[in-house]
Protein backbone atom coordinates (compact mmCIF):
# COMPACT_ATOMS: atom_id res chain seq x y z
CA UNK A 1 0.00 0.00 0.00
CA UNK A 2 2.33 2.48 -1.33
CA UNK A 3 0.86 5.69 -1.69
CA UNK A 4 3.29 8.03 -0.56
CA UNK A 5 4.82 8.88 -4.40
CA UNK A 6 4.58 8.16 -7.82
CA UNK A 7 8.79 8.29 -7.61
CA UNK A 8 8.54 5.41 -5.02
CA UNK A 9 7.52 2.74 -8.06
CA UNK A 10 10.23 1.35 -9.63
CA UNK A 11 11.28 1.11 -13.79
CA UNK A 12 8.79 -0.55 -16.28
CA UNK A 13 9.79 -4.10 -17.76
CA UNK A 14 10.18 -2.17 -21.70
CA UNK A 15 11.83 0.71 -20.27
CA UNK A 16 14.02 -1.84 -18.98
CA UNK A 17 14.45 -3.66 -21.89
CA UNK A 18 14.88 -0.67 -23.83
CA UNK A 19 17.98 0.13 -21.66
CA UNK A 20 19.40 -3.61 -21.99
CA UNK A 21 18.53 -3.38 -25.95
CA UNK A 22 20.47 -0.07 -26.69
CA UNK A 23 23.27 -1.22 -24.84
CA UNK A 24 25.41 -1.28 -27.61
CA UNK A 25 29.06 -1.52 -27.70
CA UNK A 26 29.78 2.00 -29.06
CA UNK A 27 27.73 4.96 -29.71
CA UNK A 28 28.78 8.82 -30.41
CA UNK A 29 28.91 10.99 -26.72
CA UNK A 30 26.86 13.72 -25.99
CA UNK A 31 23.78 13.34 -27.89
CA UNK A 32 25.00 13.10 -31.24
CA UNK A 33 24.29 9.54 -30.91
CA UNK A 34 21.14 7.60 -33.39
CA UNK A 35 18.96 7.30 -30.42
CA UNK A 36 18.86 10.44 -29.16
CA UNK A 37 18.05 11.71 -32.67
CA UNK A 38 15.04 9.01 -32.93
CA UNK A 39 13.37 10.43 -29.78
CA UNK A 40 13.93 13.87 -30.86
CA UNK A 41 11.93 12.70 -33.86
CA UNK A 42 9.20 10.69 -32.28
CA UNK A 43 8.70 13.43 -29.97
CA UNK A 44 7.98 16.01 -32.53
CA UNK A 45 5.81 13.18 -34.14
CA UNK A 46 3.85 12.73 -31.11
CA UNK A 47 3.71 16.99 -30.66
CA UNK A 48 2.80 17.19 -34.61
CA UNK A 49 5.73 20.01 -34.74
CA UNK A 50 9.45 19.92 -34.75
CA UNK A 51 10.66 19.83 -31.22
CA UNK A 52 14.20 20.83 -29.47
CA UNK A 53 14.36 18.17 -26.81
CA UNK A 54 16.81 18.63 -23.60
CA UNK A 55 16.89 15.21 -21.28
CA UNK A 56 17.66 16.25 -18.08
CA UNK A 57 17.78 13.64 -14.66
CA UNK A 58 15.29 15.42 -12.51
CA UNK A 59 12.40 17.34 -12.89
CA UNK A 60 13.68 20.05 -10.78
CA UNK A 61 16.52 20.44 -13.68
CA UNK A 62 14.24 20.28 -16.31
CA UNK A 63 12.32 23.38 -14.56
CA UNK A 64 15.34 25.48 -13.77
CA UNK A 65 16.96 25.02 -16.87
CA UNK A 66 13.53 26.36 -18.96
CA UNK A 67 13.50 29.04 -16.55
CA UNK A 68 17.31 30.10 -17.05
CA UNK A 69 16.23 30.07 -20.54
CA UNK A 70 14.36 32.80 -20.56
CA UNK A 71 15.38 35.14 -17.61
CA UNK A 72 16.29 38.50 -17.81
CA UNK A 73 17.26 40.68 -15.25
CA UNK A 74 15.39 41.78 -12.57
CA UNK A 75 12.16 38.79 -14.02
CA UNK A 76 9.65 37.65 -12.58
CA UNK A 77 8.19 34.18 -12.64
CA UNK A 78 4.43 33.91 -11.98
CA UNK A 79 3.52 30.66 -10.58
CA UNK A 80 1.12 29.20 -8.12
CA UNK A 81 1.34 29.03 -4.66
CA UNK A 82 1.72 25.15 -4.27
CA UNK A 83 4.16 24.95 -7.30
CA UNK A 84 7.47 22.55 -7.32
CA UNK A 85 9.43 25.52 -8.48
CA UNK A 86 8.50 27.46 -5.92
CA UNK A 87 7.68 25.17 -2.96
CA UNK A 88 9.58 22.10 -3.62
CA UNK A 89 12.98 22.93 -5.43
CA UNK A 90 15.13 24.65 -2.98
CA UNK A 91 15.13 27.85 -4.96
CA UNK A 92 16.89 25.60 -8.11
CA UNK A 93 14.90 28.23 -10.79
CA UNK A 94 16.67 31.44 -8.54
CA UNK A 95 19.89 29.43 -8.49
CA UNK A 96 19.80 29.07 -12.28
CA UNK A 97 18.75 32.28 -13.35
CA UNK A 98 20.95 34.74 -11.17
CA UNK A 99 17.69 35.23 -8.49
CA UNK A 100 14.70 35.57 -10.94
CA UNK A 101 11.90 35.84 -8.12
CA UNK A 102 9.16 33.34 -7.94
CA UNK A 103 5.75 35.22 -7.55
CA UNK A 104 3.59 32.54 -5.94
CA UNK A 105 -0.40 33.04 -7.09
CA UNK A 106 -3.39 32.08 -4.98
CA UNK A 107 -4.98 28.48 -6.60
CA UNK A 108 -8.69 27.02 -6.56
CA UNK A 109 -8.16 23.15 -6.42
CA UNK A 110 -4.64 23.69 -7.65
CA UNK A 111 -4.85 25.18 -10.03
CA UNK A 112 -4.26 29.49 -11.08
CA UNK A 113 -6.52 31.60 -12.13
CA UNK A 114 -6.74 34.22 -15.07
CA UNK A 115 -7.35 37.10 -12.47
CA UNK A 116 -4.34 35.51 -10.73
CA UNK A 117 -2.59 36.23 -13.83
CA UNK A 118 -3.95 39.51 -14.57
CA UNK A 119 -4.14 41.22 -10.98
CA UNK A 120 -0.03 40.19 -10.99
CA UNK A 121 0.51 41.85 -14.48
CA UNK A 122 -1.84 45.03 -13.71
CA UNK A 123 0.40 45.58 -10.11
CA UNK A 124 3.54 45.19 -12.07
CA UNK A 125 3.29 47.85 -15.10
CA UNK A 126 6.21 48.19 -17.05
CA UNK A 127 8.64 49.70 -15.50
CA UNK A 128 7.36 48.75 -11.99
CA UNK A 129 9.88 49.02 -8.95
CA UNK A 130 9.21 45.12 -8.03
CA UNK A 131 10.68 43.44 -11.08
CA UNK A 132 9.71 42.72 -15.05
CA UNK A 133 7.25 39.51 -15.51
CA UNK A 134 9.00 37.21 -17.58
CA UNK A 135 7.13 34.08 -17.52
CA UNK A 136 4.16 32.22 -16.29
CA UNK A 137 4.93 28.78 -15.28
CA UNK A 138 1.51 25.93 -14.89
CA UNK A 139 1.99 22.17 -13.16
CA UNK A 140 -0.10 19.78 -15.67
CA UNK A 141 -1.12 17.77 -14.02
CA UNK A 142 -1.26 19.96 -10.76
CA UNK A 143 0.15 19.56 -7.05
CA UNK A 144 -3.39 18.92 -6.27
CA UNK A 145 -3.77 15.93 -8.61
CA UNK A 146 -5.55 18.37 -10.97
CA UNK A 147 -5.95 19.09 -14.58
CA UNK A 148 -5.88 22.17 -16.57
CA UNK A 149 -8.73 21.97 -19.62
CA UNK A 150 -7.10 23.02 -23.08
CA UNK A 151 -9.47 26.17 -22.43
CA UNK A 152 -7.61 27.12 -19.18
CA UNK A 153 -4.40 26.72 -20.13
CA UNK A 154 -5.14 28.98 -23.63
CA UNK A 155 -7.17 31.46 -21.33
CA UNK A 156 -4.01 31.62 -18.85
CA UNK A 157 -0.97 31.93 -21.86
CA UNK A 158 -3.60 34.41 -23.43
CA UNK A 159 -3.36 36.78 -20.59
CA UNK A 160 0.34 35.96 -20.20
CA UNK A 161 0.92 36.81 -24.10
CA UNK A 162 -0.15 40.02 -23.90
CA UNK A 163 2.45 40.85 -22.00
CA UNK A 164 5.22 38.90 -24.16
CA UNK A 165 5.62 36.26 -21.06
CA UNK A 166 7.42 32.69 -21.92
CA UNK A 167 5.03 30.28 -21.08
CA UNK A 168 6.13 27.19 -18.92
CA UNK A 169 4.27 23.71 -18.44
CA UNK A 170 5.72 21.78 -15.13
CA UNK A 171 4.92 18.41 -16.71
CA UNK A 172 6.17 16.14 -14.30
CA UNK A 173 2.95 13.85 -14.38
CA UNK A 174 1.65 15.40 -17.87
CA UNK A 175 0.97 11.78 -18.89
CA UNK A 176 -1.69 11.51 -16.25
CA UNK A 177 -3.16 14.59 -17.54
CA UNK A 178 -3.15 13.92 -20.95
CA UNK A 179 -4.98 10.62 -20.47
CA UNK A 180 -7.52 12.04 -18.21
CA UNK A 181 -8.11 14.63 -20.65
CA UNK A 182 -8.16 12.37 -23.72
CA UNK A 183 -6.58 15.02 -25.47
CA UNK A 184 -3.89 14.46 -27.96
CA UNK A 185 -0.47 16.22 -26.59
CA UNK A 186 -0.37 19.50 -29.03
CA UNK A 187 -3.84 20.86 -27.81
CA UNK A 188 -2.78 20.38 -23.86
CA UNK A 189 0.92 22.45 -25.11
CA UNK A 190 2.11 24.42 -28.16
CA UNK A 191 -1.69 24.77 -29.61
CA UNK A 192 -2.89 26.18 -25.93
CA UNK A 193 0.15 28.81 -25.91
CA UNK A 194 2.81 26.50 -23.73
CA UNK A 195 6.31 27.57 -25.30
CA UNK A 196 8.12 25.02 -23.17
CA UNK A 197 7.30 21.44 -21.25
CA UNK A 198 9.37 19.77 -18.49
CA UNK A 199 8.15 16.45 -19.59
CA UNK A 200 8.44 14.14 -17.05
CA UNK A 201 9.29 10.08 -17.64
CA UNK A 202 10.46 9.42 -13.81
CA UNK A 203 7.07 9.28 -12.01
CA UNK A 204 5.59 7.31 -14.96
CA UNK A 205 8.22 4.31 -15.34
CA UNK A 206 11.31 5.46 -15.78
CA UNK A 207 14.06 5.94 -13.52
CA UNK A 208 16.09 8.70 -14.37
CA UNK A 209 14.66 10.77 -17.80
CA UNK A 210 13.36 14.06 -18.11
CA UNK A 211 12.91 16.31 -21.00
CA UNK A 212 12.51 19.86 -21.60
CA UNK A 213 10.76 20.03 -24.78
CA UNK A 214 10.87 23.27 -26.37
CA UNK A 215 7.78 24.42 -28.86
CA UNK A 216 9.32 27.96 -29.48
CA UNK A 217 12.75 28.20 -29.42
CA UNK A 218 13.05 31.73 -30.38
CA UNK A 219 11.67 32.36 -27.02
CA UNK A 220 14.30 30.36 -25.12
CA UNK A 221 17.80 31.35 -26.54
CA UNK A 222 20.69 29.44 -25.46
CA UNK A 223 19.21 27.11 -23.79
CA UNK A 224 22.18 24.39 -25.30
CA UNK A 225 24.67 26.19 -23.49
CA UNK A 226 22.55 26.52 -20.37
CA UNK A 227 22.52 22.85 -20.49
CA UNK A 228 26.35 22.18 -20.77
CA UNK A 229 27.86 24.71 -18.09
CA UNK A 230 24.94 23.75 -15.33
CA UNK A 231 26.22 19.98 -15.87
CA UNK A 232 23.07 18.73 -18.15
CA UNK A 233 25.15 17.41 -21.20
CA UNK A 234 25.03 13.36 -20.96
CA UNK A 235 27.90 11.83 -22.65
CA UNK A 236 25.87 9.05 -22.46
CA UNK A 237 22.62 10.42 -23.83
CA UNK A 238 21.76 6.95 -25.52
CA UNK A 239 21.19 5.94 -21.85
CA UNK A 240 18.35 8.84 -21.24
CA UNK A 241 17.18 8.45 -25.00
CA UNK A 242 16.74 4.46 -24.40
CA UNK A 243 14.60 5.08 -21.73
CA UNK A 244 12.02 7.18 -23.77
CA UNK A 245 12.43 5.02 -26.35
CA UNK A 246 10.42 1.92 -24.52
CA UNK A 247 8.50 4.70 -22.87
CA UNK A 248 7.07 6.16 -25.93
CA UNK A 249 7.16 2.72 -28.01
CA UNK A 250 3.55 1.23 -28.71
CA UNK A 251 1.69 4.18 -25.84
CA UNK A 252 3.37 2.43 -23.11
CA UNK A 253 3.96 5.87 -21.16
CA UNK A 254 -0.29 6.22 -22.06
CA UNK A 255 -1.05 2.50 -20.69
CA UNK A 256 1.31 3.11 -17.37
CA UNK A 257 -0.60 6.53 -16.68
CA UNK A 258 -3.90 4.93 -17.58
CA UNK A 259 -3.78 2.50 -14.76
CA UNK A 260 -2.00 4.90 -12.54
CA UNK A 261 -5.49 7.31 -13.13
CA UNK A 262 -7.49 4.03 -13.36
CA UNK A 263 -6.13 3.03 -9.48
CA UNK A 264 -6.45 6.84 -8.22
CA UNK A 265 -9.79 7.16 -9.38
CA UNK A 266 -10.93 3.97 -7.20
CA UNK A 267 -9.13 4.78 -4.37
CA UNK A 268 -11.56 8.37 -4.43
CA UNK A 269 -14.68 6.73 -5.15
CA UNK A 270 -14.22 4.05 -2.53
CA UNK A 271 -13.24 6.84 0.20
CA UNK A 272 -15.91 9.05 -0.64
CA UNK A 273 -18.45 6.12 -0.69
CA UNK A 274 -16.78 5.33 3.03
CA UNK A 275 -17.77 8.70 4.31
CA UNK A 276 -14.51 10.06 3.50
CA UNK A 277 -14.57 13.84 2.14
CA UNK A 278 -11.80 14.76 -0.75
CA UNK A 279 -10.59 17.88 -0.48
CA UNK A 280 -9.81 17.86 -4.52
CA UNK A 281 -11.58 16.06 -7.17
CA UNK A 282 -9.55 13.16 -8.65
CA UNK A 283 -8.57 13.87 -12.10
CA UNK A 284 -5.43 11.96 -12.18
CA UNK A 285 -3.18 9.86 -10.01
CA UNK A 286 -3.49 11.52 -6.85
CA UNK A 287 -6.17 11.47 -4.22
CA UNK A 288 -6.68 13.83 -0.80
CA UNK A 289 -9.02 12.39 1.70
CA UNK A 290 -9.39 14.14 4.92
CA UNK A 291 -9.17 11.36 6.66
CA UNK A 292 -9.76 11.34 11.01
CA UNK A 293 -6.64 10.44 13.08
CA UNK A 294 -7.59 7.14 14.31
CA UNK A 295 -8.09 5.55 10.63
CA UNK A 296 -4.59 7.06 9.64
CA UNK A 297 -3.04 5.29 12.19
CA UNK A 298 -4.78 2.00 11.55
CA UNK A 299 -3.43 2.33 7.91
CA UNK A 300 -0.06 3.30 8.67
CA UNK A 301 0.10 0.00 11.40
CA UNK A 302 -0.90 -1.79 8.11
CA UNK A 303 1.92 -0.84 6.24
CA UNK A 304 0.40 2.11 4.24
CA UNK A 305 2.57 4.67 3.02
CA UNK A 306 1.87 8.16 2.48
CA UNK A 307 2.32 11.97 3.32
CA UNK A 308 0.13 14.14 5.54
CA UNK A 309 -1.16 17.45 3.42
CA UNK A 310 -1.01 19.84 5.88
CA UNK A 311 -2.21 22.98 3.53
CA UNK A 312 -5.63 21.23 3.46
CA UNK A 313 -7.18 22.60 6.53
CA UNK A 314 -8.96 19.53 8.40
CA UNK A 315 -11.28 19.35 11.22
CA UNK A 316 -10.17 18.55 14.69
CA UNK A 317 -8.62 15.13 15.20
CA UNK A 318 -8.37 14.64 11.61
CA UNK A 319 -5.80 15.48 8.71
CA UNK A 320 -5.51 15.72 4.80
CA UNK A 321 -3.62 12.79 3.57
CA UNK A 322 -2.47 12.48 0.04
CA UNK A 323 -2.44 9.33 -2.01
CA UNK A 324 -0.26 8.95 -5.12
CA UNK A 325 -1.00 5.83 -7.51
CA UNK A 326 1.61 4.90 -10.14
CA UNK A 327 1.80 2.49 -12.89
CA UNK A 328 3.17 -0.33 -10.39
CA UNK A 329 -0.08 0.06 -8.29
CA UNK A 330 -1.91 -3.11 -7.73
CA UNK A 331 -5.70 -3.05 -7.60
CA UNK A 332 -5.73 -5.75 -4.57
CA UNK A 333 -3.77 -3.08 -2.48
CA UNK A 334 -6.46 -0.51 -3.27
CA UNK A 335 -8.76 -2.86 -2.04
CA UNK A 336 -6.97 -4.17 1.30
CA UNK A 337 -6.55 0.20 2.03
CA UNK A 338 -10.46 1.01 1.53
CA UNK A 339 -11.41 -2.06 3.43
CA UNK A 340 -9.33 -0.55 6.66
CA UNK A 341 -10.41 3.02 5.82
CA UNK A 342 -14.24 1.80 5.92
CA UNK A 343 -14.01 0.10 9.69
C1 LIG B 1 8.12 15.36 -8.88
C2 LIG B 1 7.88 16.66 -9.46
C3 LIG B 1 8.90 17.37 -10.13
C4 LIG B 1 10.31 16.85 -10.32
O1 LIG B 1 10.92 16.42 -9.19
P1 LIG B 1 12.41 15.86 -9.18
O2 LIG B 1 12.48 15.20 -7.86
O3 LIG B 1 13.33 17.01 -9.30
O4 LIG B 1 12.56 14.92 -10.32
C5 LIG B 1 8.58 18.58 -10.71
N1 LIG B 1 7.35 19.07 -10.65
C6 LIG B 1 6.35 18.42 -10.04
C7 LIG B 1 4.98 19.00 -10.05
C8 LIG B 1 6.59 17.20 -9.40
O5 LIG B 1 5.58 16.57 -8.80
Same mark, same amino acid.
Given at each position: ?64 ? /? ?8 ? #???? %? @???? &? =??? *? ?37 ? /? ?8 ? #???? %? @???? &? =??? *? ?192
Amino acid at each position: MIFASDNWAGASQPVMDALAANNTDFAAAYGRDPLTDRVTERLGEMFERPVEVYFTATGTAANAL /SMAACARPGG #LVLT %S @ETAH &V =YCD *EWGAAEFFTHGMKMVPLPTVAGKITPDGVAGVLDANPEG /SRFGRPVALS #LTQA %S @ECGT &V =YTP *EEVRALTGIAASRDLVCHMDGARFANALVSLGATPAEVTWKAGIDVLSFGGTKNGCWCAEAVVVFNPDRLPDLVTHRSRSGHLFSKSRFVAAQFDGYLANDHWRELATHANAMATRLGEGLAAAGHRLAYPVEANEVFPVLDLATIARLREAGAAFYEWPEVEAGEDTSCVRLVTSFATKSEEVARFLEIAAR
